[in-house]
């Protein structure tokens, strides 16, 4: 099942109504983290490493509505930390599918079964389920064994339940293109309406330091995935981002485009980096030194980076910035094959094994944190 139309439509008209307005800089996903505690310490993960004082802290639903009112993105991603875990977190969802926002509720599903019905199945919300490969190779990523049968439980009874699911996976270096391709094949299967996917991004606070990916190898990487494509696989991404990622264009990043709110304010200038904070959307824009982002920019923190929060806004901006932007979109859209041979090739190289599972328990706060939610 595609993307609902109702939501294509939405995104489309928004975009369009601000370029009428001349904006250049607009919020396209506004990612709302309501906290930053979480079940699991993924290896790769740079948000859980904050102290107890600040793991424990949560946004209150009006502090969530007035940035989503204050931004005005018509679409709202939630991820965090586990959103899961955030006491007011059905209360949160209810006013902002009553604000009629299309959100993406990211977890990690440990708690999803447990939690479903704090939630009603709508157009406006789907679960975006954080899967990060097949059995072995999301266990290892996400550092707990069984993980993944817990997740692929949990989308079956959000499926049956009505709900809209998708799948969001961050890759490393050493992610084996072939698996990748089979685990495509198990989610559509499985029956989920879409996948994520972007390269991990280098977090310097992140416990593994050894596995992310530059620029060069997440193309090849992503040209060995996502070339040769089965019909059977729907993406929820631009085809201009996937493109993106294959190495076929470039783009500046666009962090207004999925700017990020949180216990701290208004984050400079993205998802990713703490430059500082602002305490509205509006000082946001005005007062980040957006010249100092972007790989052109020449700042070494983001030299590698093709993440989904940077890039994918400045796809979907460039699929209405031109009419040659507009039909390759449509024709990545009807005809995502892009053959290519020398891709299939690179599918034969042999592989590096999957390094053993190192398990890493959630921090003691988490832990707490965790056994509090469930209280
Ligand atoms: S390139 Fe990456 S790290 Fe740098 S501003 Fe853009 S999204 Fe953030």
């Known amino acids: 099942m595609p993307v609902p139309v109702s939501q294509m439509w939405t995104v489309a008209s928004y975009v369009l109504r601000q370029k009428l307005a001349g904006r250049k800089q607009y919020p396209l996903v506004l990612m709302l983290e309501p906290l930053f505690r979480c079940n699991l310490a993924c290896a790769g993960c740079g948000k859980i490493q904050y102290p107890a004082h600040i793991l424990k802290k949560d946004l209150t639903p009006e502090e969530c509505f007035r940035a989503v009112e204050e931004c005005g993105a018509p679409m709202v991603s939630i991820p965090g930390g586990e959103p899961l875990m955030h006491p007011q977190i059905g209360e949160i969802i209810e006013g902002l599918v009553a604000r009629k926002k299309y959100i993406y509720l990211c977890t990690n599903a440990l708690l999803l079964k447990e939690k479903i019905d704090l939630f009603k199945p709508s157009k406006y919300l789907t679960f975006s389920v954080h899967l990060d490969g097949q059995r072995e190779e ?17 989308v079956r009874e959000a499926l049956k339940r009505g709900f809209r699911v998708t799948t969001n996976t961050t890759l490393f270096d050493g992610a084996n293109p072939k698996s ?72 500046p990043c666009t962090p207004w485009g999925m700017p990020t709110y949180n216990i701290f304010g208004w984050q400079k200038p993205c998802y990713l980096l703490q430059d500082g904070y602002a305490e509205t959307f509006a000082e946001l824009l005005a007062t980040t030194e957006w010249s100092n982002y972007g790989t052109e920019s020449g700042n070494p923190a983001c030299a590698n980076c093709m993440v989904h929060s940077g890039y994918e806004a400045s796809a979907v901006n460039a699929t209405f910035s031109s009419l040659g932007g507009f039909l390759a979109t449509v024709k990545g859209t009807l005809f995502p094959a892009y053959r290519d041979d020398e891709a299939l090739r690179m599918l034969e190289e042999p592989q590096a094994a999957v390094h053993p599972l190192v398990q890493i328990a959630p921090t003691t706060e988490s832990a707490e944190a965790l056994q509090e939610t469930r209280a």
């Open 138 to 154: 999301h266990d290892l990523a996400v550092c707990r064994e069984g993980g993944y049968d817990i997740a692929v439980d949990a």
């Open 180 to 251: 990748v391709r089979a685990f495509f094949d198990e989610m559509m299967e499985l029956g989920v309406e879409g996948m994520m996917l972007s390269p991990g991004y280098s977090y310097d606070k992140a416990p593994d330091q050894k596995h992310f990916l530059g620029r060069a190898k997440t193309r090849r990487m992503f040209r060995a995935i996502l070339s040769n494509r089965k019909k059977e696989w729907q993406f929820n991404l631009s085809p201009l981002f996937l493109e993106f990622l294959m190495g076929k264009r470039t783009y």
